[in-house]
């Protein structure tokens, strides 16, 4: 079984940065994709970025692209999801999300988070 925590989120002016961690727990981590999606209030969950295994390819939505960085250590266990530049639209919570099978960009993803809310004011 894997357990993902997530913190990190909170608060920031539009402009700010926040920084997002994910620590899994489990013996599949190394061996498994990991990804952010988010949900903001009254819309769907919407993929965010991902990452592969080897930490060697990453995948972003187009409206973060150039802003956010994900990334991993793995021999920390942990995901991370580096936000700069954030923009009210970015309101959402933050789910961290892992897949032994490998990365997909639609929500079919194994494990999931219990999500940290990030709030940007204008």
């Known amino acids: 079984q894997v357990q993902l925590v997530e913190s990190g989120g909170g608060k920031v002016q539009t402009g700010g940065s926040l920084r997002l961690s994910c620590a899994a727990s489990?013996?599949?981590?190394?061996?498994?994709?990991m990804g952010w999606f988010r949900q903001a209030p009254g819309k769907e969950r919407e993929f965010v970025a991902a990452?592969?295994?080897?930490?060697?390819?990453?995948y972003y939505r187009d409206s973060v692209k150039g802003r956010f960085t994900i990334s991993r250590e793995n021999a920390k266990t942990t995901v991370y999801l580096q936000m700069n530049s954030l923009k009210p639209e970015d309101t959402a919570v933050y789910y961290c999300?892992?897949?032994?099978?490998?990365?997909?960009?639609?929500?079919?993803?194994?494990?999931w988070g219990q999500g940290t809310q990030v709030t940007v004011s204008s």
């Open positions: 999300v892992s897949r032994p099978r490998g990365l997909i960009f639609g929500p079919e993803w194994d494990y």
């Open positions: 489990g013996r599949t981590f190394s061996s498994s994709a």
């Open positions: 990452i592969r295994m080897s930490g060697g390819s990453t």
